[in-house]
């Protein structure tokens, strides 16, 4: 499989779908995001959706959402929702992800970036830590804001 990894610019039909038919792999409740909110996240100042394609005009077969934002102690940046289609798994796709994603953090000036993973992810975290992300001595703690 050769990848391409690229930044939506805009969220086309193909991009919606590809989300709906990825996102049940990482989230049985998560319900798939509409096209306006699909449009949300690709033009928000805030995130970047990356996409993985399976050559250049292939399926995507992969997406990444990166957060990039300034609080008083600096920008920040968030690595979130990290999906790649079970056919694609092994072949690099989430290597190729997220070194796109480091490499935008870094151009934005962020110094670090933080990402999250489910322990019985074995294959991620292997990733994520392969590629250098250290684990951290923190809570991490969740309200539910919404029933």
């Known amino acids: 499989m050769v990848l391409t990894v690229l930044a939506a610019t805009e969220a086309t039909p193909e991009i ?77 796709c989430g290597e190729a992800l997220s070194r796109a994603a480091l490499t935008a953090a870094a151009a934005a000036g962020a110094r670090t970036v933080e990402l999250t993973s489910r322990s019985s992810r074995e294959a991620a975290n292997r990733l994520y830590q392969r590629i250098g992300f250290m684990p951290r001595d923190t809570n991490v703690y969740r309200f539910e804001v919404a029933p």
Do not use: N
Not at 49 to 65: C, K, M
């Open 16 to 92: 919606v779908d590809a989300i709906g038919r990825l996102l049940p792999l990482l989230s049985r409740s998560a319900p798939p995001p509409s096209a306006t909110e699909v449009a949300e996240i690709v033009s928000s100042p805030a995130t970047t959706l990356f996409l993985a394609r399976d050559g250049e005009q292939g399926p995507i077969v992969g997406t990444l959402t990166l957060a990039i934002f300034r609080l008083p102690t600096g920008v920040r940046a968030w690595i979130e929702d990290v999906i790649v289609s079970e056919e694609a798994r092994g072949q690099g």
